[in-house]
């Protein structure tokens, strides 16, 4: 098994917190997939105002989340690293779903698979579980695009 750390993490994305989404990587085969864990804990900033009387992990962030997954598949799979010259964007979401809600304590499975990467657009298909019970899919696509000088 391929397993990356929270510092191997740190490697691969530019996220920091409170904007890293990913705790763990438990497995990947580059160029194909990547499995990667989120441990939602009730300290997150977000829960404070979604929603104080039940907190839900927003679905945008479930989003993000599985879109942080495919980024450290593409650099890992590139043999990249981020760099000061260059970003990789979200530039397309089709087909999301939401089939139940995420709440503190648990722990958000998070699994995408390469579909293509054509003309430097790496397209994915990913869906994220909790308990082994479906809690979101969605197809995601990113690109590198060069910072301007």
Known sequence: MNSMDIHQI?????????????DRVLDYT???????IKNVTINE?????????RPVMPGVLIIEAMAQATGVLAFKTSQAQPDADSLYY?????N???KQPVEP?????????????ARGVWKYSAKST????????ADLMCMKRDLPT
């Open 10 to 22: 740190f490697q691969h994305l530019p996220h920091r917190y409170p904007f890293l989404l990913i």
């Open 30 to 36: 580059l160029g194909e997939s990547l499995t990667a």
């Open 45 to 53: 900033p977000f829960f404070q105002g979604h929603f104080p009387h």
């Open 90 to 94: 979200l530039v397309g979401i089709d």
């Open 96 to 98: 999301a779903r939401f």
């Open 105 to 117: 304590g648990d722990q958000l499975l998070i699994e995408v698979q390469l579909l293509k990467n």
């Open 130 to 137: 909790v308990d082994n019970k479906l809690v979101s899919t």
